[in-house]
């Protein structure tokens, strides 16, 4: 997702909740519309706001509050950056063991709003995994918080669940509590190139039942794999589509399951197999995080669907030109549409025959981003699934005057109307 | 509800569903009084057992019609009175939707029905390497659908989370007989997360029709230890060791004393009787490394003091030592007649202020505890042993829990681990949480059940859209008659 420039000087940047919570209720009283801000990565994401926003940064708030690293949780403000936090937990051998691209800026609330993840999340999970306790600010200023600092708890309703990818248009996040993992001794990540889609997808089908566990099952087409491979300073063959597969354990389990995971590939016929160890290991992770906001073409996509038809997708896409990383196991799909295609009407016409086929795989296809002036004629969050009109009545219920990222999120243009009659 | 209106919507519901599956007259009615929370009854006035969506539709329809309360309830293992009909009403009870619809092994997951129970999937799932994860106590009688009503745990979610983290769509019926598809198979679905705030909502956002599950890789190979201890105290610095360590075994439970004799008593395993805790450990993962783990934790629990470590040996051996863990509240049968289970949580390196809090309090209180519990993750279950016949035990039985859950709030947890709220916790939700976030709380379930009829008095110390008055709690258990 590209950066926005966002005018600093309206912003408002509250140094504890508290503050944030006068204010936004201040906000409400007077109507009017706020955007929570947080790393700046993911401004772009979702249709544009409907109405001029008053900014709210999180920036202040980056209290370590509490972490008991015996129990293996911390409670964090929202504001921190995702770099900060995992050296905080690395000093105890502990992670958070999501991807998160651009970790050097992006916000720890900004990544749960979004629900970042990455190549690990087939093996470690995505965020609504991680986090077990939440305080929030809703529209009118409420601040109020869920679940605990405990690692089991069903207390109440999960409202944790709630926020995690909400994009902030139902509560803007002020701290959280996360579940921990031990930092794993080390990694691998095996990489093999393929002469056809056929024989991926007769691999991905042997890895079901693999006497190894890759936490990782990466699968790219010649362009991302070339990208991946100069991202990272690897010069890994890259000619071919790739399945890439990363280990993570002790120094013996790295070694077992890579000899493991290398047989069992064998009758597949790779044409090339190499592995990135070691040094070479962590620069390749983070390629492979990274990719998702490291081109500058003019649209980037995610599918999610079936894992079972990745190989399909990934043929149709190839053909049209579409660079694509697929987090395979998982059935999604990062897509960035060639640099050729320069209208709108030419990159509706790419994504359709894609996004019939999501469609028919159970899935949908989402724009993570894309010129802003062709976002109101393209299906941001793909098409209507079935639970959205019980998502917008949950919206109202919690922001009946629809204040928070207006008309940014599946509410679209539903939204505008809630507000006209507000 | 009134008889005449009874009578009437009963007249409607033999339009739905057959005989058999309408129940109203009172000796059929005994059995639905109450779930494993015995110290609070009511029976509902109809239970009903659709086997269709279709029929769970038209009676919800018809309760809103009538304008009657109407709860769900899968197999009444639930502990915390989950399923308990507050002020009667009509329950429907899912266990005739049983099916395990489809198994879709190349994209790992699974479409049962509410009332599976949930042992059956993993049993159907045997020699495909595949098996649904979360395994509470009760897996061999609860019902994957009451597992999503009250998101249950289980000894092996320390390692693999637990239900709401193997759930990935829901079909459910609305209150108003509406039927929502929430999430689906493919991951990432665009929109908010309702599959994950429906799973835990107990039965008070709507009735689960269909669930669709991940299902997990069963694990190259297991290492299961019975580490014996002298004392609880020395037991629970094992625990801290191995987790300290950075080992996430697959499963860290605690039996102390009390819980081993009647283990003992009832399966004859060779449970040293003169112990004062053991810990069933199980690692799992692949050989090579379960072997290195396993002798990892032998150390620890050694240098925390245990007297020996036995290892099981065969498979034969560690299903013995697992059934006997999820049969001990089975074997309570032979302490005492009646019990009362607790489910608090506390930060695991509280666990030896909460488990001398528990001897004193019941010593306090002249009633016998003992515990049995999933020490990895903190959360405790001290069983309460009474004679439900004796209301002086029941009312002393009740002031031990309210003090052992207080005190573990005290310590930075939780009041329920993974049993619910139900009627019993429910005057702890306020000392659980602050007025803005139950009235949060009650404006999500406002999108849900904006009438209140589904579940009514349930999770949220208001009765929800309707009067917002409290429920007063008066000891010994009258509120569900209320």
Redesign the interface.
């Known amino acids: 997702m590209t950066t926005t420039t966002v005018e600093t000087s309206e912003e408002f940047v509250p140094a504890t909740p508290a503050e944030l919570s006068r204010f936004v209720a201040e906000c409400s009283d007077m109507r009017m519309p706020i955007c929570p801000i947080g790393g700046r990565t993911s401004l772009n994401y979702g249709y544009p706001l409907a109405r001029e926003c008053q900014k709210v940064s999180t920036a202040k708030l980056t209290d370590i509050v509490d972490y ?1 690293s ?4 911390i409670t964090v403000e929202a504001g921190i950056r995702m770099d900060e936090l995992a050296k905080a937990l690395k000093a105890e ?1 502990q992670r958070l063991p999501i991807d998160i691209a651009q970790s050097y800026r992006a916000s720890l609330g900004g990544a749960i709003a979004t ?1 970042t993840s990455g190549p690990r999340r087939f093996g470690c ?1 995505t965020f ?2 991680y986090v077990i306790g939440i305080s929030a600010i ?1 529209a009118g200023g ?5 679940g ?15 926020l ?3 994009l902030g248009t ?1 509560a803007i996040i002020t701290q959280v509590t996360l579940k921990l ?3 794993p001794e080390t990694s691998a990540l095996v990489w093999q190139t393929f002469d056809s889609y056929e024989q991926i997808d007769n691999l991905l ?1 042997r890895l ?2 693999s ?3 890759p936490v990782a099952v990466e699968v790219l087409d010649a362009r991302a794999a070339k990208l991946i491979s100069s991202e990272a300073r690897a010069d890994l063959p890259a000619d071919n589509p790739v399945v890439c597969l990363g280990v993570e ?2 120094n ?2 790295i070694e ?2 890579v000899a493991k995971l290398k047989h069992e590939s064998k009758p597949f016929e790779p044409i090339a197999v190499c592995e990135a160890a070691g040094d070479t290991t962590e620069p390749l992770w983070k390629a492979l995080t990274e990719f998702e906001t490291s081109s500058d073409d003019l649209l980037t996509f ?1 599918a ?5 038809r990745i190989v399909e997708f990934c043929k149709m896409a190839t053909a049209s030109g579409i660079a694509i990383q697929a987090h395979a196991a ?3 799909v990062i897509g960035h549409v060639a640099d050729e295609i320069s209208s709108v009407e030419q990159a509706a016409n790419t994504i359709a025959p894609l996004r019939r086929f999501t469609r028919q ?4 296809l ?1 724009i993570l981003q894309c010129d802003s002036t062709w976002k109101q004629s393209l299906p941001i ?2 098409d209507p ?4 009109p ?2 917008r ?2 919206k ?3 922001d009946p005057h629809n204040l928070l990222n207006p008309g940014q ?2 509410h679209g243009s539903i939204n505008d109307t809630m507000s006209a009659n507000a | 509800m009134s008889t005449v209106i009874q009578h009437e919507l009963i007249g409607r519901f033999r339009e739905v569903v057959d005989d058999d599956a309408l129940l109203h007259a009172p000796e059929e009615l005994f059995v639905y009084e109450c779930d494993g929370y015995v110290v609070e009854k009511k029976a509902p006035d109809v239970v009903l057992l659709p086997t269709s969506t279709e029929q769970v539709v038209r009676i919800v329809k018809l309760c809103h019609e009538f304008g009657v309360p109407f709860v769900p309830r899968g197999a009444g293992t639930s502990l915390a009175g989950g399923c308990l009909p507050v002020g009667g009403g009509v329950m429907i009870a899912l266990t005739r939707m049983h099916r395990i619809l489809d198994v879709y092994l190349r994209d790992r997951y699974a479409v049962v029905e509410p009332g599976l129970v949930n042992i059956h999937l993993t049993r159907h799932l045997k020699g495909t390497g595949y098996h649904y994860a979360p395994d509470p106590s009760s897996q061999g009688a609860c019902t994957i659908g009451g597992n999503v009503a009250t998101n249950s745990g289980g000894p092996h979610t320390l390692k693999y989370g637990v239900t709401v983290n193997h759930v990935l769509g829901l079909e459910v019926v609305l209150p108003d007989g509406s039927v929502a598809e929430l999430g689906g198979p493919a991951e990432d679905v665009p929109g908010y997360d309702l599959t994950g705030l429906f799973v835990g909502s107990e039965g008070t956002f709507g009735i689960v029709t269909k669930i669709i599950v991940r299902i997990t890789r069963d694990p190259a190979a297991y290492r299961t230890m019975l580490g014996v201890f002298e004392t609880v105290a020395d037991a629970t610095r094992a625990i801290s060791k191995i987790i300290g360590a950075g080992i996430v075994p697959a499963a860290l439970e605690m039996m102390d004393q009390g819980i081993i004799e009647a283990l003992e008593a009832a399966f004859h395993f060779g449970f040293p009787l003169d112990a004062g805790a053991v810990l069933l450990i199980e690692v799992d993962g692949l050989e090579v490394s379960v072997a290195d783990e396993a002798h990892q934790i032998v150390k620890l629990c050694e240098d925390a003091g245990a007297r020996e470590v036995r290892r099981a040996d065969s498979d034969t051996e560690r299903q013995l030592l697992w059934k006997c863990r999820k049969q001990a509240f089975g074997a309570i049968g032979r302490l005492s007649p009646s019990y009362c289970t607790q489910d608090g949580v506390v930060p695991r390196t509280k666990l030896p202020e909460i488990l001398d809090f528990i001897t004193e309090s019941g010593a306090r209180h002249n009633i016998r505890i003992v515990n049995v519990f999933h020490a990895g993750d903190g959360n405790i279950h001290p069983i309460l042993l009474f004679d439900e016949r004796d209301e002086d035990q029941i009312a002393r039985v009740m002031k031990a829990s309210d003090e052992i859950l207080g005190k573990c709030l005290e310590l930075g947890g939780s009041v329920t681990g993974e049993h619910g709220i139900g009627v019993e916790k429910i005057n702890f939700m306020d000392k659980l949480f602050q007025p803005n976030d139950l009235a949060v709380m009650a404006d999500v379930r406002m999108a849900f059940n904006p009438d209140g009829l589904c579940s009514p008095r349930k999770m949220l110390p208001t009765a929800g859209a309707c009067g917002m008055e409290s429920i007063e709690r008066s000891h010994p258990g009258k509120q569900a008659a209320s």
């Open positions: 008991p015996r129990d293996m949780t051998n629900n999970g609504r995994d809703d409420r601040l109020f918080s869920a605990g600092r405990v690692v089991k708890n069903v207390a109440g309703y999960d409202l944790c669940k709630m995690v990818g909400s139902l993992r031990p930092q089908g079901l039942t006497e190894a566990r354990g002790t013996r389990e077992w399951q995610k999610n669907f079936l894992p079972s998982n059935g999604i795989a159970h899935g949908n989402t969050f793909g699934e079935p639970s959205w019980l998502m009545e949950l109202s219920r919690l999120f599946i």
